[in-house]
């Protein structure tokens, strides 16, 4: 069965330093997504993504925050400048022609 | 914008008993609303859906029902088993937009 990979799963890193997160999405999908959760907390929407531009981001996906289909199958987000409230878990989603949102296992960003 | 409330937060059934876990939302264009299950250190997975034109809709043990009018929404488990012990998600996308609003999600707990 087709699934959402990313990498890595853990990714510590300093404050101030930038990281990128990486995914692929299920191969046929068009409509890419992340998503972030906070330890404890709901999961909430940062950027969409489709036809190689952003569809709709949130207000938490500031300047600090861009996200990049650079090949055929990889999908990033990256933090320019982490701050210690950018520590949550990071989900990609894909979606093809329908509604359905799948979601990867997550990487757990820890920013010291 | 969408809001969507989830209760209870914790729930514990004993096995083979069923379990409901209700939603409301607050968006009248919201038209699709999945429910994500979460396994500890893992992703959502989608375990169901329904779309606003349907009332209810079933999966073997699990169902869900949609009140339009009164924008709430269920998700029912029947004969529990030790495996749906995880943390459910309900959540909403407006006609209009493809992200997902989720709940604050509940933490479901089967009893031996």
């Known amino acids: 069965e087709p699934e959402v990979t990313q990498t890595p799963s853990h990714q510590v890193t300093q404050m101030g330093q930038e990281v990128i997160l990486r995914c692929v999405p299920i191969?046929?999908?068009?409509?890419f997504y992340w998503y972030r959760q906070i330890l404890g907390q709901k999961v909430e929407f940062l950027v969409s993504?489709?036809?190689?531009?952003?569809?709709?981001k949130s207000e938490i996906f500031d300047d600090q925050f861009s996200v990049e289909r650079p090949d055929g199958s990889n999908f990033t987000l990256k933090i320019r400048s982490t701050k210690l409230e950018d520590s949550a878990m990071y989900f990609c989603?894909?979606?093809?022609?329908?509604?359905?949102?799948?979601f990867g296992p997550g990487t757990r960003l820890t920013v010291t | 914008g969408e809001n969507v409330e989830q209760h209870p937060s914790t729930l514990s059934v004993q096995e083979g008993d069923s379990a409901v876990i209700k939603c409301t939302y607050s968006d009248s264009a919201s038209n699709y609303f999945p429910w994500y299950k979460q396994e500890l250190g893992k992703g959502p997975q989608l375990i169901i859906d329904?779309?606003?034109?349907?009332g209810e809709k079933k999966d073997q043990r699990i169902a869900v029902t949609l009140n339009k009018t009164a924008k709430h929404f269920s998700l029912h488990i029947t004969e529990t088993q030790p495996e749906d012990s995880a943390v459910y998600f309900c959540?909403?996308?407006?006609?209009?937009?493809?992200?997902?609003?989720f709940g604050k999600g509940t933490r479901l707990h089967i009893l031996p």
């Open positions: 329904i779309r606003s034109n349907v």
């Open positions: 993504f489709y036809n190689n531009e952003i569809s709709e």
């Open positions: 989603a894909s979606r093809g022609q329908g509604y359905e949102q799948y």
């Open positions: 959540a909403a996308s407006p006609s209009w937009d493809d992200k997902i609003i």
């Open positions: 191969s046929n999908h068009l409509y």
